[in-house]
């Protein structure tokens, strides 16, 4: 199909060309705006993307999503690229701990077809991990959390963790299900993260709707949908797509005025600034929004991914999450990468929360999970690691501590025609795919005054015609 032709109507600039910005320029796009869409890197995806390394090509880190990720889901349809994910018909975790003495056990979080909560207790009373007390203490903070309002700005006063210890919750019971959960969504231990943001995670994902958790994933790499596909549907639509081009300067007026590094100057009706916080607080003007100094006080939480190439199969699950380990999730990439090396496999490892990790060098984290790998997987203390990499997103996400709410500002600005998009926004959402896809709707539909309710809104993520 031919690329649309740009349209001779309102003007808009999109900063930054991660999934908000995608879904935003999209929408204005669509809403018959002339739309150009910046963005600093040789690539679009934002935190999201791939990359070559030799023959392989590499995620930066491993994103999934989940079946109530209907924003997300609603773009990768738009996208069309439905084909290039996989969602699992039923939530199935293998969870594989090990002991101090190497003995292994295996479990699973698995959910049956009954109605919530019944849909996790088959699982839960055969959970290994847990003793049967412990068990009943899970389901005791389980029916608590389904109680909370998530309305009640109250929650994001406290932390998840000293909420779950007046649930009767212990060190089993937050090793082996909370922060097995919630390290991994939320970038932070249940005592560093906000009861509200935890709330809002565990009620949507394990406790609105028994398909609700079932875990999704890109079936090649990140790359070939949030770039190679995105930006033919962002063409298609009649954006104008530079990548290596950043905006250095913002100045207000009837006609916005968008200066980029290279001197170009780009004038539009509409400016949304989708990138990061940092990006978005240097180039806001002042007075844009209340409080405009707390965009400062945001802190950031790290990622750390470990990626190990064997010469042989180790693995035979697409993923699992490890307990009494330093390793947290495990996946196989072998063939999302195109590792070319017969029988050999590629593993990635996924350690959220790792601030005390982040900067360390290469040589010592090989020596740190290299020989916690052999303890999970027994079969790769006889196996030759063939190459052995880390990836860092040191600001992977915002930090979703107690008092979180209050830092992240709305998609409307005090400036017309000014908007902000990005998962750090006010989406009520931790920073994930779906929190950054739901920003650029907002973005969009405060933009576009008659656009109605959000897609997502409607939870079937359908994209808006």
């Not at 963790?161 to 922060?179: I, P, V």
């Not at 992240?408 to 009520?428: C, N, V």
Request: a positive charge; charged letters at 20%; one cysteine or more.
């Amino acid at each position: 199909m031919a690329a649309r032709p740009r349209p001779a109507g309102p003007t808009a600039v999109v900063i930054g060309g991660g999934l908000a910005g995608i879904t935003a320029a999209l929408r204005l796009a669509e809403a018959d705006h002339r739309v150009t869409l910046l963005e600093t890197r040789p690539r679009l995806g934002g935190l999201a993307f791939s990359f070559q390394r030799g023959e392989l090509t590499v995620d930066n880190g491993q994103h999934v999503f989940l079946r109530c990720c209907t924003a997300y889901r609603g773009l990768i349809d738009r996208l069309g690229a439905g084909r290039l994910v996989d969602l699992q018909p039923r939530l199935d975790v293998p969870v594989l701990g090990v002991a101090a003495d190497g003995r292994r056990t295996l479990g699973r979080l698995r959910r049956a077809g009954l109605p919530v909560p019944l849909h996790l207790a088959g699982s839960l009373a055969t959970y290994p991990h847990l003793k049967p007390l412990d068990r009943l203490r899970v389901v005791r903070a389980a029916l608590a959390l389904k109680a909370l309002d998530l309305a009640d700005p109250r929650l994001d006063e406290i932390s998840f963790g000293d909420w779950l210890r007046k649930q009767g919750q212990n060190r089993a019971t937050l090793a082996a299900m909370w922060d097995l959960v919630g390290v991994a969504t939320l970038n932070a231990t249940a005592d560093q993260t906000s009861l509200a943001l935890a709330a809002m995670v565990f009620k949507t994902g394990l406790l609105s709707d028994p398909g609700a958790s079932d875990i999704g994933m890109a079936n090649v790499p990140l790359g070939a949908i949030h770039h190679d596909a995105a930006r033919v549907e962002l063409e298609r639509a009649g954006v104008r797509v530079l990548l290596r081009a950043r905006a250095v300067e913002l100045k207000p007026a009837a006609q916005h005025a968008v200066r980029l590094e290279s001197g170009e100057l780009l004038t539009a009706d509409t400016v949304v600034l989708a990138g990061a916080q940092d990006s978005a607080a240097a180039l806001l003007p002042p007075g844009a929004i209340e409080r405009q100094e707390r965009l400062g006080e945001f802190g950031t939480a790290p990622i750390l991914n470990v990626h190990v190439v064997y010469d042989r199969k180790l693995l035979r699950r697409p993923f699992f999450a490890a307990l009494g380990s330093p390793v947290q999730w495990v996946f196989d990439r072998t063939a999302h990468s195109g590792l070319a090396v017969p029988g050999a496999q590629y593993l990635a490892l996924s350690q959220s929360a790792v601030q005390d990790e982040i900067d360390l060098p290469v040589a010592e984290l090989r020596r740190r999970y290299l020989p916690e790998l052999e303890r999970l997987l027994p079969a790769a203390r006889e196996a030759e690691v063939l190459d052995f990499f880390v990836t860092r997103e040191r600001t992977a996400t915002f930090d979703p501590a107690p008092g979180t709410a209050a830092l992240r500002p709305q998609a409307r600005t005090d400036i017309p025609g000014l908007l902000l998009a990005g998962s750090w926004t006010a989406t009520g959402w931790p920073a994930t795919m779906e929190s950054a896809v739901r920003s650029g709707h907002a973005a969009a539909d405060a933009a576009l005054p008659n656009s109605g309710r959000l897609p997502v809104d409607r939870g079937d993520g359908r994209w808006p015609r």
